[in-house]
């Protein structure tokens, strides 16, 4: 594995630490190699729902991924929780500064660079991007058999020494509906970036990982410890990174000229 370079600002999301499909074993590996300034949880990192419906998968990967998260705090890092909808009731803490982290609804991040990023879970969109119905719940379903497979079948890729290879993320490529809903929810995020006059955004949700330049603005996806296994960071010069679990670079924007010094890390939206 790569170890990741010190970053200035990392963002990870949708965890779903608890369920049994989150990774927490490589997600662990991350957080015991990763350096930066400040650390995004964005949402559904611990998944209160799953829990409450259904028995907690929770052993010792979990726990390795909870005492790196005190690990990073001790060394300095700064953790910012912006909690999703598996994580709602963390929600209640919104605006508080708590011994380990601070809670926020939604922040703005200013880049090296100074880019102003909004950053935010994504379930904000849900009446704009889901349909409802008999499909959805039938969507929601189908999901989570695949979700299944995909951890049988690397379970036997591991096996043989292969890496890991997401095939619900090879299935929802090949869904015309499913690229369909993705993309309704990438233009409702720059939207709202561009109505608050920012340039950008950072967000989560989907487990749909990208980084991409859109007509002058950044949309950042930090992906999933479900699927895509992927965190965002930030380097010092304010260059944008998304990074495999492995800490491997998949797709990168360059920092803007600077014209002028940037204020603080992030302030509240």
Known sequence: MTSPSPCRTVFLSDVHLGSRHCHAAELADFLERLQCERLYLVGDIVDLWWMSKRRAAWGAAQNRVVEALHALSRQGTE????????????????????????????????????????????????????????????????????????????????RFGLRYWSLSEFLKRQSSAAERYIERFVQAGLHD??????????CGHIHRAALVSRDGLVYAND???????????????GTL???????????EIAPRLRLVQPGPLAHAA
């Open 79 to 158: 953790l910012v929780y912006v909690p999703g909808n598996h994580d709602r009731a963390v929600r209640r803490f919104c605006g508080l500064v708590l011994p380990a982290m601070q809670v926020r609804r939604r922040a703005i991040h200013v880049t090296a660079d100074g880019r102003r990023l909004l950053v935010v879970h994504g379930d904000e969109y849900d009446g704009i991007t889901h349909f409802g119905g008999l499909q959805e719940r039938f969507g929601d379903w189908l999901y989570y058999r695949i979700l299944t497979g995909n951890g049988l079948l690397n379970g036997v890729r591991r």
């Open 193 to 202: 970036a561009r109505r608050r006059g920012l340039d950008g955004i950072v």
């Open 223 to 237: 992906g999933d410890w479900v699927e895509s296994l992927t965190a965002l960071a930030e380097d010092h010069d």
């Open 241 to 251: 990174r998304l990074l495999s679990y492995r800490g491997e670079t998949l797709a």
